[in-house]
């Protein structure tokens, strides 16, 4: 039954081991968000920062943090074309929170890369993913995009550093549309490898932006006193 939709990969302790503790790691950072210890970045930067006086952060811009953040995976993805050369074709940021999840986000590039190797040789899974895949990638990165360029309208003006209620696009349904875009690009992604590892990523991201949104409307809530209780978390309708 999973061979329909999963390449086939070598039999090892090593790989079920590194299964579990990515997934063990993914869902501490979801369940994290949930109980109010975020990931320092964007609002809950400000609020850590608030909160913690005594604690001396590096703070970065957020253009350096997204930076450091994808530049290591980007670097990674484009090296495999000549490491495996026949696989084919707004606030502030901590320092710490940017460190790891760029280590993240490297992390998992490399892994993808590794375990779509692995299963080279191995049946392939009986239904081609790869073209739907696609479709789901290109939606998840317009939308995700997209709704950044809204955030990003909302300070026009360099002198306005202040928090506002997202308006336009999905956010009268969600506050955090661009973490369901986000999530659809990885689902899109895990649809192009049909590894077992992407999969899983997927998953775990999905977890953890479900925390971090929850999060993020609760924050909402507690600093507007007008914000329209309708508008869920991160699912129209739903959470």
């Known amino acids: 039954m999973v061979g329909i939709v999963i390449y ?30 975020h990931l320092q970045y964007s609002k809950f930067c400000n609020t850590t920062k608030s909160n913690n006086n005594n604690n001396k952060q590096i703070l970065l811009s957020s253009k350096i943090g997204m930076l450091l953040l994808y530049t290591p995976a980007l670097l990674a993805g484009i090296s495999s074309f000549g490491v495996f050369p026949n696989g084919g074709i707004s606030g502030f940021m901590v320092l710490d929170s940017a460190i790891l999840i760029s280590a993240t986000y490297f992390t998992s590039a ?5 375990f779509q190797q692995l299963s080279e040789g ?15 990638f290109l939606v998840g990165i317009f939308g995700n995009f997209y709704h950044h360029y809204l955030l ?45 590892f992407s999969y899983l990523c997927a998953i775990g991201v999905a977890f953890y932006l479900l925390g971090r949104s929850y999060a993020t409307r609760n924050w909402y809530l507690s600093k507007f006193e007008n914000f329209p209780k309708n508008v869920k978390a991160l699912i129209p309708y739903v959470f």
């Open 152 to 196: 990003l309208k909302l300070r026009e003006e360099k002198s306005d550093k202040g928090y506002k209620i997202p308006r336009g696009g999905l956010f009268s349904l969600v506050i955090c549309p661009h973490y369901l875009f986000e999530i659809l690009t990885f689902i899109g992604i895990s649809l192009i490898s049909q590894t077992f």
């Open 122 to 136: 191995f049946p392939e899974p009986s239904i081609d993913l790869k073209y739907v895949g696609v479709s789901v």
């Open 110 to 114: 490399v892994s993808m890369i590794y």
């Open 8 to 37: 086939e990969e070598p039999s090892s302790i090593y790989i079920k081991s590194y299964y579990g503790a990515t997934l063990l790691a993914l869902a501490y950072l979801a369940i994290s968000e949930v109980v109010g210890k």
